[in-house]
């Protein structure tokens, strides 16, 4: 004897049905879309590009490239007495403050310093509220490496490969060779242009200085030659040495 199937009891199961298909799409939209979210920090985290905290940290994406080069008292020490420049006073915005009442006085400078001493001096006088931070400079032949980390718009490490050349007593040409922002390269195709705003920009710090000429300038393996004038004494900042910025 065959039994029909009640059409009306068949509806009701589909209706039944319905909720729990609903309920497994949005359980599995969650799923994916926490996995999405989990990954994109995880990619953020490794690439430095931002600070994300325990898991920057746990990548090594946190802090500048260890460049190699030590910080010592006696390296602060040497370079404080082969460039006798004062940084006294009050603390002053460097922004709005004009040059004259930021640099007095003039000293004449003829020697040498070392990557260990430009690094002391930087890592010193970085300030109580930093743009660049943590900063490591190591002088090859002709050019600079330099690592430090940007405290603004971003929280990244930043990292530079540069020659640089003096062209006259108050520029240089900038010839970028490699630039990283975390763990992520740089185009070729953007190189030269930072290479010529930083061209500008130090060219424009230079000339905004009182007290300051360079005569001759030269990098060498390890150490580099400086001949000209530093103003004596230099307003303090709250941004240290980031604050020729803003110049």
């Known amino acids: 004897m065959r039994v029909e ?29 926490g996995v999405i979210i989990v990954a994109l920090v995880l990619v953020i985290g490794y690439l430095g590009i931002y600070k994300i905290p325990v898991i920057s940290s746990v990548m090594g994406a946190d802090k500048p490239r260890d460049l190699g080069i030590k910080t010592s008292e006696e390296a602060l020490a040497s370079i404080k007495e082969k460039i006798q420049m004062k940084i006294t006073g009050d603390y002053v915005n460097f922004e709005s403050t004009d040059p004259s009442q930021l640099f007095t006085g003039v000293i004449p400078v003829d020697t040498s310093t070392t990557s260990e001493e430009i690094t002391s001096w930087l890592q010193r006088f ?17 050019g ?26 108050k520029s240089v040409s900038l010839n970028i060779q490699k630039a990283s922002l975390g763990r992520i390269p740089v ?27 360079m005569e001759k300038y030269e990098i060498h393996e390890n150490y580099s030659t400086f001949k000209g004038t530093f103003p004596a004494q230099v307003k303090k900042s709250k941004q240290g040495f980031s604050a020729l910025f803003s110049l």
Request: proline share 6%; no cysteine; aromatic share 10%.
């Open 144 to 169: 600079l490496e330099i690592s430090t980390m940007l405290n603004m718009y971003l929280k990244t490490p930043v990292y530079v490969k540069v020659l640089v050349n003096q062209t006259s007593n």
């Open 5 to 33: 199937n009640n059409p009306e009891q068949k509806i009701n199961q589909e209706e039944a049905e319905k909720p729990k298909k609903k309920h497994h799409r949005l359980r599995n939209f969650l799923i994916v879309l």
């Open 187 to 213: 185009p070729e195709g953007y190189l030269e242009k930072a290479s010529d705003w930083f061209e500008e920009k130090i060219a424009k710090i230079m000339a905004a200085i009182p007290g300051f000429s």
């Open 126 to 142: 970085e300030g109580d509220d930093p743009i660049f931070s943590d900063t490591q400079v190591r002088k090859f032949e002709g």
